[in-house]
């Protein structure tokens, strides 16, 4: 039996969450999210997020609420930017293509965060009216490289983009992780304020599926239901959606899972690096980020289940470990123990 | 306490459905449909659609099933022929346009069906190339209106398309209560060799959500994973879709599930009609058409829940109730009761 | 020899917007638009449309013009509504819909006019946030069938739609033809100000090819030259199509052209009358449309060129005669006397 | 009055060119390019390509062309790997995006050529079918940098996309200039053969607007007219189109019109260089590209028109000078004399 650490979707609902949803089952709810769980869950997420106004909608994955949001954000001549990491561009499909619009990637460091300095030049080259006209500023919290915004780099890129006429949006996949990192110094209502619209990711953090997306403006959010029945992301029972959330923040379930998966990161983190494991990035959150020879991989694969990132050199691979709510300390001392055996 | 009659997505899974998934939820499994739970579901699908070879995809719900199909079996230029009546024209905001392509309805009479003598006159006008190119034909199976295409008017339209360079897609929402209904004289093996692609409807008929689109040639299918991922429609746990859709097809669960909902209907249809009412079609499957005067409907929402589907004439409406796995005999006796009661 | 009654694009451009082409050809001019016959150009229409801060935009072909526009208009879940025989949705290839919206068809009659009382009830259903959104009505001046509509109509219809939140675009592919005909009751003016955007086509009425698209609001055309541009819609040699609508308004020639076509046109469809045809409806513009036996056809075929433009029932043709600035009244009285004698 | 070398689309047709337009504008002619002069200019171009089955197709400029070509050769999934010089990525406001299509970009060097050894890492990422598919490789010839494909580069490249699966796309903006370069070692019908699509640009080089199309395998090309229409891409008057390039393709016009603008190139390239300018790279067609110091840019506006490329450093720019069929060498020498007085 391996240990798995390939990512943060390979178990179900937190027993909780599950519990939920098979409570209701056979209540008889209405379709379509018209139900009272939904409308729960939507107020909900407007407490804790701060913003008593917001829109709050329920979208099934991550790619779809991504590409929906966006292309609902967008005229059909504007493009978003994005780090060349990010998640839109390099793991989509062209899921966002799809709908027509552009991609301008910007070139983000390893800790793979966009900054005003970066998006600055990008918009002087493209008030070229030739040119497709940048409307807004991807971002994901945390990053695709496990790290997370600061408040003042959060703030400043925020500010740029209401200077310059871009939305910020902000895929939250792992906004749990993000927020109660160590690294973190943003409450979610400070969050919510500084970006245009973001979502909080059930999928990799305690649901079945399902993802909440936030737009603090409501005016701003006016038809998106009809944007996102025309991209296919209506759940028929969609009190399934309302229900799950609404367990997630009982009793700060959502905020207990991510710190529990982080607090698990950070010992894997820790202990690869008593091994004397070279690491990749430094990171905050539950990803865990190595550098390992590719003679070892081999080995490696006897023992657990992690993700290729890219390649690092000839040489080595980076490589990826991802905890979650259902990761024990068993499991990772028992990893450590065994890649400490097996060196 | 009213009578929900309004559609057969009211309630969630079946219970046996459901304790598969819990079964499993803690398991760990692989992400985006590579887990075993999901080939054994293909496999079974295979099986008892007599398809071997065949490609069997899970998505979401409906109009993404719909939607991505279509748009995959199109080129650019390409429309798709659908009853005017047809889901995919009248109720999803779009979303097959969306993907660029164009609906070429035909008037399908009150039973919603699609026959060769519609299609033919439209393919003669457009043979011009300054028109779309009709690229595939649109049925569903039961209908829209919950009739059901026999044999023989299935394979007429089957051979027409093939005469004529066309793929004929069927949406199955709810092709189990066609299977099971009376009116059908088709087996599944039948039903999946006379068109090229269609989908076995989960959300309604005993899952969460989920639909298994089958296209019995594996040649055509080539590449449909990265269509699939491009609308957005894969899931990240995606085993929960295989384990559904393996106790769906254990100890024949899904056609005793679609029976037992068609012969509820039945009863109900056959009820209103010992009461005096004029039915607007008379339907073997699991929806029922009434026609009631507008004054009755203030009445009618004291007791039941039911959908407003079209108007008939100035002073009626054409009113529908659905039942499903979980419409019991007193449930419908007693609907009946409080209809005769209120006359 | 045939006389051309097919259509009026038969021929190039008239001689004097020819000349004009010629005498800038080797001038030397700075590319897409950007030169000073484009930027007089644009004056002379704001001048003449009394909309002197009108956007102004050229655009080489109808579909193109059409397309481009109503995209522009619309978000990605609002529909154009448009008559059932309205050029946008029978004879564009699916060209609109390719952008990703949808054709919500209103029966139009025998004059192919929209009306608000058809849109009404659209407007009504398409509440429902599961469908489309009705955001503008395309209309042709003159319509697709001849007819113009009157100031009264046209302003019955502008009302509505500004307080239904809906755009109206008119394809003006024809205007000329409209505003000079003896039906009109409009001024350029009055037209402009009724619509929210609308084209005043070259290519049927003098030039090689280009329409001139007309914004009456700038605000409401932010960032229209990158949607031309999306669209491929932008010339290089963008001059040729500022120097051919600056000839066109020289001496009120486009006007002149117009108003000679609509006359050749009457000429020919009082001579029909005279000979005994039937008129398929009556046109005060330059399109004559008659019904015709089919055996009478092949004969037809022998004197002249003319378009079928549908069926009329099993045994008779409607067929369209068209006339333009190149039309002669030899012509007409050589084919009436063609046409008399063939009986 | 300044010399003028910012772009060849400063100047209409050539006069031979125009004078043919001219010739046939009151003809009357059938529309859409069912005429006999596209007809025969299809003839001509089959027989100069050595492709006697080719199918030929006119469009109106190259954006449109780039988009609409290589839209129609991919399935939805699919992406077009494109130099991130390339006019397809850069230059296009998202047009080829706006078809739902990803560009892949690989990072060419300062001659703008793509290489199977750029490709081939990224088929190899790109077999994840959790990402697009590439689908075709986009080329120009001549590059946006003013280079040429010799016949072995090209050779390899063509052999590299057959074995796997890609089209091979050439933007023919330039391709007269290419083809007469003294670095050109390819004759026309061999490259013809190398590529799977291609166009022969009119507008840079003596039409007023048009380019063709060129598929050498018909089969390939199966309904691509209703594509054309789609995209708003069919010239109502499309005799217009066929009349200049049977004009282009007499007594050799097009190449000679090509030769001469390479030559006004070499003669401003040489003479820059023996002004001591420092080139940016050294071009062998009608492209010249020069280093400049920031300072001295305000003095060049004053003699010529030119223009800026892009950076170079903090404190230069690179720019650009272009020559076509009308450049005479007295403007070059009046140029390089007003250069050199300015040092």
Chains 1, 2, 3, 4 share one sequence.
């Not at 059909?76 to 709908?99: I, K, M, Q, R, Y």
Request: aromatic residues 10%; glycine residues 10%; hydrophobic residues 40%.
């Amino acid at each position: 039996m391996k240990f798995l650490f390939r990512n943060d979707y390979s178990f179900g609902a937190h027993p909780k969450v599950l519990e939920a949803v098979c409570k209701v089952n056979l209540e008889g709810n209405p379709g379509y999210g018209d139900d009272r769980y939904t409308a729960m869950a939507k107020d909900r997420i407007r407490e804790i997020c701060g913003c008593p106004e917001a829109a709050v909608e329920f979208l099934i994955g991550g790619t779809q609420t991504n590409v929906t949001a966006c292309a609902f954000l967008l005229k059909p001549w504007e493009a978003a930017v994005c780090a060349d990491s990010g998640h839109l561009n390099g793991h989509e499909v062209g899921a966002f293509e799809a709908t027509g619009h552009k991609i301008l990637p910007v070139h983000a460091g390893g800790d793979g965060k966009v900054s005003p300095e970066m998006v600055a030049p990008l918009l002087k080259v493209h008030q070229d009216p030739h040119l497709t006209k940048p409307g807004l500023v991807y971002i994901s919290q945390a990053t695709e490289n496990g790290t997370v915004y600061t408040k003042a780099e959060l703030t400043a890129l925020s500010e740029f983009c209401r200077a310059n006429g871009l939305y910020l949006f902000a895929d939250g996949a792992r906004l749990g992780a993000a927020l109660t990192s160590d690294s973190n110094d943003l409450t979610l209502p400070e969050f919510a304020h500084l970006v245009d619209a973001f979502y909080i990711g059930g999928t990799k953090n305690g649901t079945m599926f399902g993802e909440a997306l936030v737009i603090p403006d409501p005016a701003l959010a006016k038809d998106f239901f009809r944007m996102k029945k025309r991209m296919g992301a209506v759940m028929e029972k969609g009190w399934i959606q309302g229900v799950m959330f609404l367990s997630l923040f009982e009793d700060d379930l959502y905020f207990k899972m991510a710190r529990h998966a982080n607090e698990m990161a950070a010992r894997l983190q820790n202990g690869l690096k008593a091994l004397g494991w070279q690491l990749w990035v430094e990171s905050p959150t539950n990803q865990v980020f190595a550098v390992v020879h590719n003679s070892r991989k081999a080995g490696l694969d006897e023992v657990c289940q992690y993700e290729d990132w890219c390649s690092y050199d000839e040489t080595h691979t980076v490589i990826r470990f991802v905890t979650c709510f259902q990761t024990s300390r068993e499991e990772v001392d028992g990893l450590l123990s065994a890649l400490g055996a097996s060196r």
